[in-house]
Nanobody, 125 residues
Framework: QVQLVESGGGLVQAGESLRLSCGAS??????????MGWFRQALGKEREFVAVVSWNGEHTYYSPSVKGRFTISRDNAKNTLYLQMNSLKPEDTAVYLCATSRKILPFGAQDFDSWGQGTQVTVSS
């Protein structure tokens, strides 16, 4: 079982930046080649894919709505996933969740196995 804990959310103004972190632990995480991704869910809306990074960090894929503004990265030595969010917009307001997948570079929620509880990001206009 993999445990994931997100942090770094908060309230910012439009145009500002935030960096989210996701710490991973658990007996099944170490030594496994998990892709890791970020999703978000706004109030009353479905969960939305944001970005994914391959197990070694060499490959990434972004939703068109965040491409060019957000950067996903990981530090496997620290078992930590990051999401650098720049030029934030009010429509980025959501709970952001990290997740792991045994697939190479998935972007569908159904392809992810373990999920964190999420961290709230609120962007005011």
């Amino acid at each position: 079982q993999v445990q994931l804990v997100e942090s770094g959310g908060g309230l910012v103004q439009a145009g500002e930046s935030l960096r989210l972190s996701c710490g991973a632990s658990g007996s099944t995480f170490s030594g496994n080649r998990y892709a890791m991704g970020w999703f978000r869910q706004a109030l009353g809306k479905e969960r939305e894919f944001v970005a994914v990074v391959s197990w070694n960090g060499e490959h990434t894929y972004y939703s068109p709505s965040v491409k060019g503004r957000f950067t996903i990265s990981r530090d496997n030595a620290k078992n930590t996933l990051y999401l650098q969010m720049n030029s934030l917009k009010p429509e980025d307001t959501a709970v952001y969740l990290c997740a792991t997948s045994r697939k190479i570079l998935p972007f569908g929620a159904q392809d992810f196995d373990s999920w964190g509880q999420g961290t709230q990001v609120t962007v005011s206009s």
